[in-house]
């Protein structure tokens, strides 16, 4: 079992940067790939970002290539987020997963932990 817990996230003004932390606690998620996933009100969840075990290679929707960075620390057991340029269409409740494979992954079923998820939201 993997227990995660996401924070950091909060309310920023449209431009803006926050960073997103996920500790993973129970056994080691360090070899599987890990992402997040984003759901605005009224919309399914979706895609955002992964890496795959031991960090060795990302990959990330288009709506946040170049503003958002996905990272991991395999000492800590805890994956980032870090979303610069934020716009208000990035509102959204923002969660970890823990991947059933080390590869990355984007569809949703592809992960069988998750956090509680943190909220976002961008102002314009």
């Known amino acids: 079992q993997v227990q995660l817990v996401e924070s950091g996230g909060g309310l920023v003004q449209a431009g803006g940067s926050l960073r997103l932390s996920c500790a993973a606690s129970?056994?080691?998620?360090?070899?599987?790939?890990m992402g997040w996933f984003r759901q605005a009100p009224g919309k399914e969840r979706e895609f955002v970002a992964a890496?795959?075990?031991?960090?060795?290679?990302?990959t990330y929707c288009d709506a946040v290539k170049g503003r958002f960075t996905i990272s991991r620390d395999n000492a800590k057991n805890t994956v980032y987020l870090q979303m610069n340029f934020l716009n208000p269409e990035d509102t959204a409740v923002y969660y970890c997963?823990?991947?059933?494979?080390?590869?990355?992954?984007?569809?949703?079923?592809?992960?069988?932990?998750w956090g509680q998820g943190t909220q976002v939201t961008v102002s314009s």
């Open positions: 890496l795959n075990g031991y960090g060795g290679g990302t």
């Open positions: 997963a823990v991947a059933r494979y080390s590869g990355t992954r984007t569809n949703l079923y592809d992960y069988n932990y």
């Open positions: 129970g056994r080691s998620a360090s070899a599987y790939g």
